[in-house]
């Protein structure tokens, strides 16, 4: 079948467009660029909701739990049926579903009204998530898939890094309603691009058995394990509890591991977790997003309370993480093709664990050059760690299967970012309620520190999985083009 040919072009004006993959890539790097936002800018937004509605950091954090456990839960599976029925569809969907939560979170007549509206919020966003990655990669050739990747790491970093200074922004001058409002107009233009812009995959109209019991045992697995595992954090939680939820947990993940191995078409293939490069690449992935976003989640309070820094000025310091992942995702991307993405990793998780390190050296009285130092080098670690290892990780997805793996890549990051936020809360509440850390500059800095000794372990650990991590081959990559 001829690629080139068979309706793929929403608009005649594209037919004779070469560069037509570069349009379709703009239109991902806008939806790249509003979940990033979004997410980032809770880091600013949870303490104003902690005094505004008089609730333990335990309780604020399911505003961003609950939207990170949906994300994580449905990732893989949207992914699988995306796929089989079209990615284009469920792309479109997303954004109005994103718009739609963003609109109604932004109302706020409550906390459980906005962790509700954050899980609907969260449904639009997978629908998203699970499809970007597959989009670029369906429509760019091997040799050029790591350099728009990078492309939309950078443009995804963008995103991050504004995120706290608008975020810290809209808190000091304004409400923080308008920085989820600002969300609809973005969506809707994005909704219009991408029904103008973006072809139909062709797996399109290529109905295979959806695997409903598989999906439905792995979101049970990883919506027990990840609900258990965050309110495990909270003092008082019985211990009776955790016992008979991730026994349960288990129990559902060994149905979905035997069941998986016997359908024909799985939700997600098991058999790829057999490839070492392939596996220990998502795991590492998953340890690189739980840094970040353990120490991104603690950091305002760290900023605010122990170095008494203004809002406005904290999140504009925490922009430096993600801004330097900016500089090194699409240095990475560019580079990568030449050297190989096993050396970019290794030093990428390299800088990575260093700052974990060098951040949980900082005291009260540090000073401001100092903290743009250690957050410039985590950030450039990331960004130089990123490019490569989705990369890889893309160009191992069998034909057919572009959605799924994406959804698999990106659910590994979003279980990071809550394994990050929640190990970060219990560190620090273990220490002593938030009132009364935020009530004393030593005691809030102390218990920083020691959250960031833990993320330093991680960080070991996520390096020790990318230097086991086999020498890949440049040809091992390569695969056709898949239009969507």
């Known amino acids: 079948m001829n690629l080139l040919n068979e309706k793929k ?25 509003m979940s990033a936002l979004d997410l980032n800018l809770m880091n600013m937004i949870n ?3 902690s005094k505004i509605y008089r609730q333990q950091l335990s309780y604020v954090e399911w505003a961003t739990l609950g939207y990170q456990l949906t994300l994580t839960s449905l990732l893989p599976v949207l992914g699988r049926i995306s796929d089989i029925f079209g990615r284009k569809k469920f792309y479109n969907v997303g954004f109005l579903i994103f718009i739609i939560g ?22 639009g966003a997978t629908f998203l998530q699970s499809n970007s990655i597959a989009i670029i990669s369906a429509n760019f050739p ?7 990747i990078g492309i939309q790491g950078a ?3 963008t995103g991050m890094a504004l995120g706290p200074t608008f975020g810290g922004f809209i808190v000091q001058y304004f409400s923080w309603n308008l920085a989820f409002y600002i969300n ?8 219009i691009f991408a029904l103008l812009i973006i072809p139909e995959s062709i797996s399109e109209g290529e109905k295979k058995r959806i695997d409903y019991v598989g999906a439905s045992l792995f979101t049970s697995f990883l919506g027990i394990f990840l609900i258990n595992f965050s309110m495990s954090t909270n003092p008082g939680y019985p211990f009776i509890n955790e016992i008979i939820l991730y026994t349960l947990s288990i129990i559902f993940l060994i149905l979905f591991i035997i069941h998986s191995l016997r359908f024909e078409n799985p939700i997600i293939d098991i058999t790829l977790l057999k490839n070492i490069p392939y596996l220990s690449g998502n795991f590492s992935g998953m340890l690189s997003y739980l840094i970040i976003g353990g120490t991104m989640f603690i950091a305002p309070y760290y ?9 406005s000025l904290s999140g504009t310091v925490l922009v430096i993480i993600p801004g330097f992942m900016g500089i090194g995702t699409p240095i990475s991307g560019f580079i990568s093709s030449r050297v190989g993405a096993y050396k970019l990793t290794l030093l990428g998780f390299s800088l990575i664990t260093i700052s974990s390190f060098l951040i949980s050296t900082l005291n009260s009285s540090s000073n401001l050059l100092t903290i743009f130092i250690y957050f410039a080098m985590m950030g450039f670690g990331m960004g130089i760690f990123t490019a490569p290892n989705n990369s890889s990780i893309m160009g191992m997805a069998p034909a057919g299967k572009l959605s799924m793996v994406g959804g698999f890549l990106n659910m590994m990051r979003s279980m990071g970012l809550i394994l990050g936020v929640s190990t970060s809360t219990f560190l620090l509440e273990s220490i002593a309620p938030i009132q009364v850390l935020v009530s004393s500059p030593l005691l809030i800095s102390w218990a920083f520190d020691r959250t960031m000794i833990v993320l330093f372990i991680f960080s070991i650990l996520g390096f020790v ?20």
């Open 47 to 49: 303490p104003v909701w």
């Open 465 to 484: 999985l990318t230097t086991i991590k086999k020498k890949e081959t440049k040809e091992k990559f390569i695969t056709l083009p898949e239009i969507g």
């Open 155 to 157: 443009v995804q970093a």
């Open 142 to 148: 091997s040799g050029e898939r790591s350099k728009a």
């Open 303 to 311: 900023m605010e309370y122990g170095l008494h820094y203004s809002p």
């Open 102 to 123: 963003s609109a109604m979170v932004g109302i706020g007549f409550s906390l459980e009204w906005i962790i509700f509206w954050r899980i609907i919020q969260a449904i």
């Open 9 to 33: 072009y929403p608009l005649e004006y594209f037919q004779k467009k070469r560069n037509y993959r570069w349009y379709i890539l703009l239109v991902v790097l806008l939806g790249a660029f």
């Open 184 to 191: 609809v107009p973005i969506g809707i233009l994005g909704t």
